[in-house]
């Protein structure tokens, strides 16, 4: 019996000291699930970035059906790199490139694409439609440097669906660069939906000014030590 019990713990013992040796060595031994995993994802990622490299090869193509099922495949990668490229799409002669190239920009947040989206939305040439999507991807993407250049864009004669398009994007960027103007339609404007708009968006910026104040540190004697009482005289 003790025999049989030497042997039964003898290749515990071993393993211990292998798992001492290995800590000694500095040496990380992964199980073989790890590796495979780390393997595949090396495998996908280079196979990812491939394939980026390909749709961005296509975007050059002579052929707009081409080009624009890039532009969906560089929106449905997610990847970072893509936004140079959709903001390159900006540019493209096919309606439809340009509009699925503006969704991606707003679907992904992509900030860097702020100020392009703003040029294009004072394009004589963009279509209503157009302008609606930049709005939407304005208002999608949150950056408060639009915020100004949408308030000077609804000083412009606006069809009802692009002003309310515009209404509602001040309000989901939140700047408080558009409560002045929100006031005056949520006050003055002739179509009661527009009016509903704008206070929604007064309400919506307002809230996120208060939230942001909350958040914010305290005035700069919070930090420094206070002086002592001083003593009646």
Do not use: C
Not at 27 to 53: K, M, W
Not at 189 to 214: N, V
């Amino acid at each position: 019996m003790e025999g049989t019990q030497l042997l039964q713990s003898r290749p515990r013992r071993i393993f211990g000291w292998v798992l001492v040796l290995v800590a000694l060595s500095g040496v990380v031994v992964l199980p073989a699930s790890a590796q495979f995993t780390n393997r595949t994802l090396q495998q996908r990622n280079r196979a990812q970035a491939g394939s980026l490299d390909e749709h961005i090869r296509k975007l050059n193509n002579p052929d707009p059906d081409t080009r624009l099922e890039a532009v969906r495949q560089l929106a449905s990668s997610r990847d970072r790199k893509a936004v140079e490229y959709l903001i390159q799409a900006l540019g493209d002669g096919d309606t439809r490139i340009r509009a699925k190239a503006v969704e991606a920009l707003g679907e992904m947040r992509a900030a860097d694409a702020t100020q392009v989206l703003v040029q294009q939305l004072f394009l004589r040439s963009s279509e209503p439609a157009m302008k609606q999507r930049i709005l939407a991807a304005l208002g999608k993407i949150g950056d408060p440097r639009a915020a100004r250049p949408i308030v000077e864009f609804l000083q412009l004669d606006l069809d009802q669906s692009t002003r309310g398009t515009a209404v509602y994007a001040l309000g989901e960027i939140g700047a408080a660069e558009g409560l002045e103007i929100l006031h005056q339609i949520a006050l003055g404007d002739e179509d009661p939906t527009i009016r509903r708009l704008a206070q929604e968006a007064t309400a919506k910026i307002e809230y996120y000014q208060s939230a942001k104040a909350r958040e914010a540190k305290g005035p700069t004697d919070t930090f420094l030590p206070k002086p002592p009482p001083q003593q009646p005289r």
